[in-house]
């Protein structure tokens, strides 16, 4: 049997309340990116949710777990705002986080290549270096250091909704 006839129905579990279009533009503005609208359809009734089943492959071959998406509920631990800013230091240019691992990594869209279209990316958060002492400490320019911590993304798939068909139990 291929690959394709075995599709795995994603059960989202434990959401946050409902998002509205109002409130997801509202974030896309303060992120300053467009976010897919498989992404868009997804977290309006999945805000905050863990998906059953939960496990996917980086293109490495190597497993990882879905945690849980990130949420757009300004009170929430987990808001994307929330997130995104207590990580962009970090974070290659163009990371958007939309989902966490168990274990305090990152699930997020890459606008570092085509805008319209991000992949969806594992950040690895061990030993991931801030870009600005990155600069200061090894005299790196702002690209040296953006391209050094690049290196902490591994690819999963090429879109949300491929992300969301290879979840796997």
Known sequence: MSGEDEVNEVVWQFADRDVTLEEIAAIQQELGVELPSD???????????????????????????????????????????????????????????????????????????????????????ENAGDKDILMSELGLTATQADAMVRKKLTRIASTFTAFVEGLHG
């Open 39 to 125: 992404y868009v359809t997804c977290i309006r009734k999945n805000n905050g949710a863990s998906a059953e089943p939960d496990l996917f492959e980086l293109e490495t071959g190597e497993q990882k777990v879905f945690g849980t998406l990130l949420s757009f509920d300004r009170e929430s631990e987990e808001f994307v705002l929330d997130v995104f800013n207590d990580h962009k230091a970090a974070l290659p240019a163009g990371a958007i986080p939309i989902a966490f691992d168990p274990a305090g990594n990152l699930i997020c869209f890459d606008y570092g290549g085509d805008d319209a279209n991000p992949a969806v990316v594992f950040w690895n958060h």
